[in-house]
């Protein structure tokens, strides 16, 4: 018998300007976790895209279980036992929770119980741990919870591989662990799993083989015992690379902005903090905490029943985005796809939005200048796309959220929110978005900044806000802190 379960062999795939892959062969075995990993836009959605029949291939071949097969589309992908986590959420906003899951089989012809379908569905989270109403519809839910229903979709179909693409860049640790014992389940059953994640940590965890995607090419392949991060880094980047944080010599001044005693009914709770002028003020928090309802309101994104908010020493109006924006507050959102971007501009449109002031000429919009704007950002944070031109649809997930960053360093806005702003980003990058935060505050600005990834928190933070349940557990110094002693505080 054939070992392995899944090979795709000489598969290339080509969009307009781009070799998204290059003769890529990827073979995985029965029962194993494999970790597909590379830097943003390596090609690996766009391989497990080819995988689940979304898109087609310009070459290659494909065996299941050792015989060739075709995939003619998604609904037959399913039939040959194949799902997928997409990255980007593929829900459907308007519908509940429960039709979402089921959709793949409400597209076939066949009458539909209801009532049976809301109650396999609320199995079906309930066998999985998660805990919410399935009558919910999707636009209500938070990015957590969409991903959660993204995952119980993909496992609804009982199917044999199952292909995860960054399935926790927006669980908190403790779904993070959930969804580790439903992979440790999974794979005890025999199904098998390809995982994608920029969190190299986690393949140290729950994989067993690693493949290694470099521009559209398979660069290695190894068993997961055998290799260490720095390695896997190495080889995704072509390169060593810096992953510590890099330092600040500037130390904050004055304060821009005071928040008093701000109040919004069971959401927030007496919120009072400062923020100084060339700093950076983490929050950490769990997700629920408030965080990014606290950010939505002094961005003016949400409403406030009590309390104040002082920018240089006046009391502001902050009923809307618009008066967030003339206060010259910027906010980089933590759902890129439904509120940080506009899909089906170019490049270069999504990031001149902010301060199209600064690329005017006699109140004409400047194409040249426009276009001198774009390629900087593309230069200084190696987006990878074929043109500035090219609309931001067609970018990989990681390079649309350094479209999101480009868009909010290029506005003129003096105090920046960032919420969860590496989600996506490769190793390498990262690094590149600190040094950018660093430059930010050099210049004068203040930065917000929410993360679940407490080292990031910690390793770029002057304070941090400690946030549970609404509230502000209490302040640390980054310099001094630990994440005990942030653990410590959403405790006490
Ligand atoms: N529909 C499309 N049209 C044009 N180019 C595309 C399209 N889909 C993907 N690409 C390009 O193909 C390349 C590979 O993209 P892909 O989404 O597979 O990257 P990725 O490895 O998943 O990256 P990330 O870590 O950022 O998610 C990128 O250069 C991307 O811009
Ligand atoms: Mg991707």
Redesign the pocket.
Known sequence: MNEYVLEMKGIT?T????I??DNVSFGVKKGEVHALV????????????ILNGV?KANSGEMYLDGTKTNISGVNDAQDKGLSIIF?EFNLINTLSVAENIFLGGLNRPKIVDWRNMRIKAQGLLKSLGFSFDVRRVVGELSTAEKQLVEIAKALSFNSKIIVM??PTSSLTKSEEKMLFKIIKELKAKGVTIIY?S?KLEEIFEICDTVTV?RD?KVIDVNPVSAITKDMIIEKMVGRTVDVEYPKRTILPGEKVMEVKNLYRTKILKNISFDLRKGEILGIAGLVGSGRTELAEAIFGAERFDKGNIKINGKVIKLRSTRDGKANSIGMVTEDRKETGLVLDFSVTNNITITNLNNVTSQRILNSRKEKDVAKRFIEELKI???SHK??V?????????KVVLAKWLFSNADILILDEPTR???VGAKYEIYCLMNKLVAEGKSIIMISSELPEVLGMSDRILVMHEGEIKGELLGESASGEDVMQMIIN
């Open positions: 795939k969009f307009p300007g781009v998204a892959l590379g830097e943003n836009g390596a090609g690996k959605s766009t391989l497990m895209k898109i990255q693409d960054e994608i920029h995607l559209g990878k796309t074929p090219q609309e649809v067609n970018l990989s997930g990681g390079n649309q959220q996506g980003i490769d």
